[in-house]
């Protein structure tokens, strides 16, 4: 592969399938990242406590788990890019659902919730976890480059999110939750549409033109990369580092409100900083990597956060000092998951969405236990004791990572 291979843009449909992705990492980031700006207000709406809001995400990430696991097993046989589109749709559908619970003045109305969640997490996992498989299958020589950039398209919805409630969501309305939903699930449906018009045209110059060829090879050893330890442990280190920032993301914002004394936007606020410092790193990415290792990188910047994390929860700093720590949280961490995704699709090129599977596993485990756990700690042993346990979490996941590079293949 020459270096003109790795810098050359995609152009025509090609290009436009590339703009499509972007746009759909913004949505699921916005549909996701809504849930801790929102949080709040949901639980006077639907009048329940810490526990059971973090219990939406834990039932959410239910459908997440079973269709990862599925995905991982059978991913390489479908036509990624129409399954992206799939995905897509059924998040907008859910967003759409979970956006008229207040129009259906239902008395469970809760239950509701947490049943479109389900519907909204098979979505959105769908786009995550073959989106990574599409970047690397479609444009293989510019994988490194274009991943990252992919997932700092993550970051731009990860950070719009908070603003984007906080505009339309009133405390005093609690009925008012399921506005960011609604707005994002009716945004989600043309974009699906254009995906699958995309995928038509775009096809014929992609792996996926012989379908029937790649389903015959993906029949073989569909739990190839499961056999090896190195998955297993790729598949912790991404599990116990998303305790930390699914946790964090949706708990920051109470987190502030109720030690901190921050208002309702001051505190939705700290995740946009948060993750504005995440979408810097990814876009910077691509040329640090070209000046230390992937896996390096990883390490440095994690063992940094934490330390950055404990300086915010113990030292007592007014509200601009408290921002630029959490924007250099941001910085730190931001290019955790688009370097994990780079390190398993890298250990398994021939099986990519299987690879990707292990990441999403990981985020789908991470989302099913690290928020409803922290929402249990904050009501038992308060707020400190639950941020200390991601950043334990977070650093569990550093002492892993070093050791999946050392574990040979068949464990």
């Not at 502030?256 to 309702?264: H, M, P, S």
């Not at 992937?294 to 509200?319: C, G, K, N, Y």
């Amino acid at each position: 592969m020459n270096n003109n291979e790795k810098n050359r843009l995609p152009r025509g449909w090609h290009l436009a399938l590339l703009v499509l992705c972007f746009l759909s990492f913004v949505l699921y980031a916005m549909y996701f990242n809504s849930f801790g700006p929102n949080a709040q207000a949901a639980m006077r709406f639907f009048k329940i406590d810490e526990a059971k809001n973090g219990l939406i995400l834990t039932v959410q990430s239910v459908g997440c788990l079973i269709l990862t696991i599925l995905l991982g097993l059978f991913g390489e046989r479908l036509h990624k890019i129409r399954a992206i589109a799939f995905g897509l749709g059924l998040m907008g559908l859910a967003g759409l659902c979970v956006g008229l619970i207040p129009a259906m003045r239902s008395g469970s109305a809760y239950a509701l919730m947490m049943g479109f969640s389900v519907f909204a997490g098979v979505g959105f996992i769908t786009v995550d976890l073959l989106m990574n498989s599409v970047v690397a299958d479609v444009f293989p020589a510019q994988k490194d480059t274009l991943l990252p950039v992919v997932h700092a398209f993550y970051g731009v919805g990860s950070m719009l999110a908070p603003i984007f409630v906080t505009a339309l969501v009133t405390p005093e309305r609690p009925e008012s939750f399921a506005r960011p939903y609604l707005i994002i699930g009716a945004a989600a449906i043309p974009v699906c549409l254009l995906l699958l018009g995309v995928s038509r045209r775009v096809s014929p110059e992609t792996p996926y033109a012989d379908m029937a060829a790649i389903r015959a090879r993906a029949r073989q050893n569909p739990s190839e990369i499961f056999r090896e330890g190195k998955a297993w442990l790729y598949l912790l280190t991404c599990f116990f580092y998303l305790i930390f920032q699914t946790g964090v993301t949706a708990w920051l914002p109470t987190f502030c409100q109720e030690t901190r004394g921050y208002d309702f936007t001051a505190a939705g606020l700290m995740v946009t900083v948060y993750f504005v410092g995440a979408l810097i790193i990814r876009l910077l990415s691509p040329v640090i990597y070209r000046k230390i290792s992937v896996e390096r990188f990883l390490v440095l910047s994690l063992l940094l956060s934490a330390a950055v994390f404990l300086v915010f929860l113990f030292v007592p700093l007014p509200l601009g000092a408290g921002r630029l720590v959490i924007l250099l949280l941001g910085l730190l961490q931001g290019a955790a998951v688009p370097s994990i995704v780079i390190l398993c699709c890298s250990a398994f090129p021939e099986r990519t969405a299987s690879a990707s599977s292990l990441v999403v596993f990981g985020v789908s485990l991470a989302g099913m236990a690290g928020p409803a756990l922290m929402g249990y700690m904050m009501e038992r042993t308060g707020y400190v004791s639950a941020m200390l346990l991601a950043v334990a979490s977070l650093l569990l996941s550093v002492v892993l990572l070093p050791k999946a590079r050392r574990v040979k293949d068949n464990g």
